[in-house]
């Protein structure tokens, strides 16, 4: 398969070999030449007119609901150049869907363009609607770095494009962003489908046909609660060292706990896990409670039929529970509680290694 990558110079021609290096799934690897062509629109040749920057190499990757593609750029003048915003633009132009996702299978014209010097990022919808949860757009989003700025695999452009600063023969990224927007379903679950790409650098125009059209499998948040505070911990008693949540009833504000809300993926099965230990002698009940919410930019409500309200009943031993949860189809997040209920005032609890974990084997194995 060969794709062809042309890169427009003052006088017209077309610079620069797209070569395909292997299609293999969903990430590609691609080589360019900085070999000279004839243009195929009957201009003349780039002879004597060797652009200021050549694009060496492109890589592309999931990450969750998102798709990042990133291009290599080399200097090959004889001199530093600075890259400055107002010489940096993007555009995408693909027809997207995702079966996944209600409403998103019949594919779907995405045409968006960022202009550095305006913002890093631009819209496109996709499929327009007042209701934010029927909403969908797809926004690209464009970030530049050299050598010395080399970003982590995971950094996402920023907010604004800085001007960057090229050695003789050095090196930078372009990255490209294409983030499905959907409230329920946009962290996820990506928009897939054929782009064709053009980013301009100074009076360079480089063409690309990027293959975003294959998912391996459910995306999935990072698992996972953070600790509670220190001083809600009991190194005493656990299963796990070094400690573990402790409930006091005769203490005030210490008779409950609630996790921090975490996402979840809609309509995931994933596997609530825990060990607990109520104290001999405890009067009143003891309860766990996961609840699911429906979160948009104007308002968070609970989705009553995914929720979970248990007595947890077994005294003086630590005793594990494992239970079977279903997210619904609209839930952006859950929250989780531990309560001692007692109007005697009489009793403690001990909770340690909750989980809440996604079923989906192949999920599991491919990590956050």
Not at 45 to 55: D, E, F, M, Y
Not at 58 to 72: H, T
Not at 159 to 179: D, K, M
Request: charged letters at 25%; a negative charge; proline letters at 7%.
């Amino acid at each position: 398969m060969r794709h062809s990558t042309r890169s427009h110079g003052r006088g017209g021609g077309i610079r620069g070999v797209l070569r395909a290096a292997g299609l293999a799934g969903l990430l590609t690897a691609t080589a360019l030449t900085g070999a000279t062509a004839a243009a195929d629109d009957g201009g003349e040749a780039s002879i004597g007119q060797p652009n200021r920057v050549t694009l060496e190499r492109r890589s592309a990757r999931r990450d969750r609901g998102a798709w990042v593609v990133d291009y290599q750029i080399k200097n090959e003048t004889s001199a530093g150049l600075i890259v400055a915003p107002s010489e940096i633009e993007a555009r995408s132009e693909g027809w997207v869907s995702n079966s996944r996702v209600p409403g998103h299978a019949a594919p779907r014209r995405a045409v968006v363009t960022v202009k550095a010097a305006e913002k890093a990022t631009a819209d496109a919808d996709v499929i327009p609607a007042s209701d934010d949860a029927a909403r969908c757009r797809e926004r690209l989003s464009l970030a530049i770095w050299s050598d010395d700025q080399a970003p982590e695999p995971s950094a996402r452009p920023a907010e604004a494009v800085a001007p960057i600063s090229l050695a003789p023969g050095a090196t930078g990224l372009v990255r490209l962003r294409f983030a499905h927007q959907h409230v329920v379903h946009g962290e996820y679950d990506p928009l897939l489908g054929v782009r064709a790409v053009a980013v301009r650098i100074g009076q360079e125009t480089f063409h690309d046909v990027v293959p975003l059209d294959r998912e391996p499998g459910p995306a999935h948040p990072p698992a996972g609660w953070p600790e509670p505070p220190a001083d809600r911990r009991d190194a005493a008693r656990f299963v796990s060292a070094p400690d573990s949540l402790h409930l006091e009833a005769h203490v005030p504000g210490r008779q409950y706990y609630r996790f921090d809300e975490r996402p979840v993926r809609h309509g995931a099965r994933m596997r609530l896990s825990f060990w607990y230990l109520v104290a001999n002698g405890t009067a009143g009940e003891c309860r766990v409670r996961l609840a699911q919410y429906r979160d948009t930019p104007t308002s968070h409500r609970v989705l009553p039929a995914g929720g979970i309200d248990r007595e947890l009943d077994a005294v003086g031993r630590w005793t594990r529970v494992e239970t079977l949860v279903r997210i619904e189809d609209e839930a952006t997040s859950v929250g989780l509680d531990f309560r001692v209920s007692s109007d005697a005032n009489l009793g403690e609890m001990w909770i340690d290694d909750v989980a809440l974990e996604p079923l989906d084997a192949e999920a599991l194995a491919q990590g956050p």
